[in-house]
């Protein structure tokens, strides 16, 4: 069964910190997507990446990281220098690709404030 | 592209009353997504259209929800007999294709008092 556990429910950081949010997941297949998503106060999801299981480049986008390692089935997100605007919930997804399910499966996400 | 726009964003019902979401995807996109949130938690899957076929369903899907995309377009979610429980945001999404993210619309508040 798919299972995405975001271990740290909230975290509160002084702004220019950096912050890394932990993801680990659970699946049986080979072949499937991991995603991260924003959820800042208006309530809208923002995509931020997707990363298939057979790319395990680190990818970095401006002050944003993400580092997967299949080996610890772990995909996690790492914001340099943070700012106040970087405060949301922060949700890791999976989706896996066998019997042509579409559908995220999503941890309980991490609530991320930064303080000035 | 103006995104994915939901309508109503809130929703106060009584309990038993029905009520009607609607999604209008992006229009280029061919899948659309129904996810439920409630509080402190992440979206839940509840159903998702190729097109105007209804290919997947949850569990959470009672037989009081059902949810409809005809021709392709825009997509209903129809909940019947509302109960204190349904109350959540109701996300909808759409997507190009399962490689590709989902962009999410702002979502329904549906409270049920």
């Known amino acids: 069964a798919q299972k995405v556990t975001q271990a740290q429910t909230e975290i509160s950081v002084v702004e220019k910190e950096d912050v890394t949010l932990d993801c680990v997941y659970e699946?049986?297949?080979?072949?499937?997507?991991l995603f991260w998503y924003k959820q800042p106060p208006s309530g809208e999801l923002v995509f931020l990446i997707r990363?298939?299981?057979?790319?395990?480049q680190n990818e970095i986008s401006g002050r944003y990281s993400w580092n997967f390692q299949k080996s610890t089935s772990s995909f996690n997100f790492t914001i340099t220098a943070s700012q106040v605007v970087d405060s949301a919930v922060y949700f890791c997804?999976?989706?896996?690709?066998?019997?042509?399910?579409?559908?995220?499966?999503f941890g309980k996400g991490t609530k991320l404030t930064v303080n000035p | 592209d103006t995104g994915v726009s939901q309508d109503p964003r809130h929703k106060i019902t009584k309990r038993g009353q029905n009520v009607t979401f609607r999604c209008d995807p992006i229009?280029?996109?061919?899948?659309l997504y129904w996810y439920r949130q409630t509080l402190g938690q992440g979206p839940e899957f509840l159903t998702y259209?190729?097109?105007?076929?209804?290919?997947?369903k949850s569990r959470l899907l009672s037989d009081r929800f059902s949810a409809e995309r005809p021709k392709g377009s825009f997509s209903t979610l129809e909940i019947q007999r509302t109960e204190q429980g349904d109350s959540a945001m109701y996300l909808c999404?759409?997507?190009?294709?399962?490689?590709?993210?989902?962009?999410f619309g702002s979502g329904t508040r549906l409270t049920v008092v």
């Open positions: 999404a759409s997507s190009p294709g399962h490689r590709w993210g989902y962009t």
């Open positions: 699946t049986r297949d080979t072949t499937y997507y």
């Open positions: 990363r298939n299981s057979f790319d395990e």
């Open positions: 997804a999976l989706s896996e690709a066998r019997g042509g399910s579409e559908k995220l499966v």
């Open positions: 229009s280029e996109h061919n899948r």
């Open positions: 259209f190729q097109n105007e076929a209804q290919l997947e």
